[in-house]
Structures are given as structure tokens and as C-alpha cells.
């Protein structure tokens, strides 16, 4: 099979901490700070009423959401670490007819209308496929092909996509 493009790159500590941040927890940080904020609300009512027993049990649940609110991007980061390898391995993910993901010797085939959604960040690109998966893309690990050009071949692939992401935006920004 002719591949067009080929990305290779090893996952490095700052592209993790950013997976980490943007990717895995966003959501999760975003719940804890909504829990966090309504348990405090709540607290200063039960003090307005006089419940003060209430107003400690809610400011104790205050305080834990906004304990896991800021440790769960770091809590993200070990574990994810801690399943990694020790010894840094290339990922290596080539683009044509279909889409062919090498990770430590298993090779992984995806159709371009697996991709549910694009996401462009500093360091790296997501490719999401459904709700677990994701492909991995660094912008300066294009072997074969470049970035620029890759965006390009990706809209012809799927434009639907393209319409919800601002890439060339995003590119600037990291070029700059």
C-alpha cells in the first residue's frame, strides 16, 4: 500500500502533560470546579441559616473538589506515565487509502470516517477515533510529506471535520 504522509515521533513529557491536561481531564476539572463552587454556595447558606454542622460537612466536600480538581491532571500524568515503557518507543503513523498506526510492534488500520473529531494543540494533534481512541500526530515528526501539506490532504479526506476545526489558525500560532 502507497502511503502519502508518515508521522514518527516519540511521546515526550510535555506532549504527555498536555494530553493529560487538554485531552483526558478537561472534563473532569471542569466537573470538579462546578462541584466545588456549588458545595461552597451551599456552605454560605447553611452559615446564613445557622446550620453550621451543614455549612462544615459542605465546606469539607468544598474543599475536596478543589483538591481533585487540581490534582487530577497530575494524578493523569503518573498513571500514564507509569504504563509507558521505560525505554522511549516511536510511534509511527502513515497516511493513504487508510490510516495504519504501528505502536510498539501492533499495527492498528483505521478508515478515515472513524474520526470523530480533530483537536490541534501546541505540541501534537488528535486525531479522535470514537470515544476512546486517538491517533497521535507531532507536528515536526512528518517523515514523509509535511505538516502543511498534511492538513491539505486531510480536508480532501474530510471536509466535514475541517468545517468544525481552524487549523491554519492554529499552525500560524505554533509557527510563530
Known sequence: MLFQFENRYVMTEEMLRE??????????????????????LLC?????FRHLGTAAV????????????????FLAAHQL????SIKAETIVVQ????????????????DYREITAVQVFRTFSVL?????????????????GDNISFW?????????????ID????????AA
Not at 81 to 84: D, L, P, Q, Y
Open 128 to 144: 479522535k477515533i470514537g470515544k476512546q481512541d486517538a491517533i497521535v500526530l507531532s507536528p515536526a515528526g512528518f517523515s514523509q
Open 95 to 110: 497516511f493513504g487509502e487508510r490510516i495504519l498506526l504501528t505502536e510498539r510492534g501492533i499495527q492498528s488500520w483505521y
Open 19 to 40: 494530553y493529560t491536561g487538554r485531552v483526558v481531564c478537561q472534563n473532569l476539572v471542569k466537573n470538579c470546579a462546578l462541584f466545588c463552587g456549588l458545595c461552597a
Open 58 to 73: 459542605l465546606g469539607s466536600f468544598a474543599a475536596l473538589g478543589l483538591a481533585a480538581g487540581l490534582s487530577l491532571p
Open 152 to 164: 491539505r490532504f486531510f480536508r480532501e479526506k474530510r471536509p466535514d471535520l475541517w468545517a468544525r
Open 167 to 174: 487549523v491554519q489558525q492554529k499552525l500560524r500560532r505554533t
Open 81 to 84: 506515565h507509569s504504563g509507558r
Open 44 to 48: 454560605l447558606a447553611a452559615i446564613h
